[in-house]
């Protein structure tokens, strides 16, 4: 199973792809960022992303992908340009028909460290530990966006198929 991880933004949007392997040990496929360029009208900024990520699905052709929901509670302006980057990233996995599931930080934080308040140092060691790498995953952006894919895998053999 290969999951897409993406940690959303307008200016850094970070993506991990993780693949479990048949004895259950994970492995980092790709991680990185995609960036835009903050003097660009935010409509291109918008469209760079979605092509950023729709390349990535015809590259790698995940199985099923995890984004960050948002969490915000002061800055408003910069919630209403990182969910408009958000839904441009939704709209690209889906009409890639990429599943997606969608995690709340703590969720995350619980399901890499075991502690749903987990500072970013431990979650990027426990990261490094669990996908073997030899260091912490740069930048973190992309560091984050592993997280997110683990947590996928680790999640995906609870859910219910109705299919």
Known sequence: MLSLGIDPGTATIGYGL????????LQAVA?????????????QRL???????????ETYRPDQSGVE?????????????VAQGRGVILLALANGKVPISEYKPNHIKQSISGYGAA???????????????EKIPKPDDAADALAIAITDIHTAAYRINFD
Not at 31 to 43: E, Q, R, S
């Open 18 to 25: 993780v693949r479990e392997l048949d004895d259950g040990s």
């Open 31 to 43: 991680y990185g960022v995609i960036t835009t360029t903050p003097d660009l009208p935010m409509w």
């Open 47 to 57: 469209q760079m992303i979605y092509d950023g990520i729709t390349t990535l699905i």
């Open 69 to 81: 929901e948002l969490f915000f509670a002061r800055n408003v302006t910069t919630a209403i340009t």
């Open 119 to 133: 500072k970013k140092p431990q979650m990027q060691e426990m990261i490094r530990i669990l996908l073997n790498l």
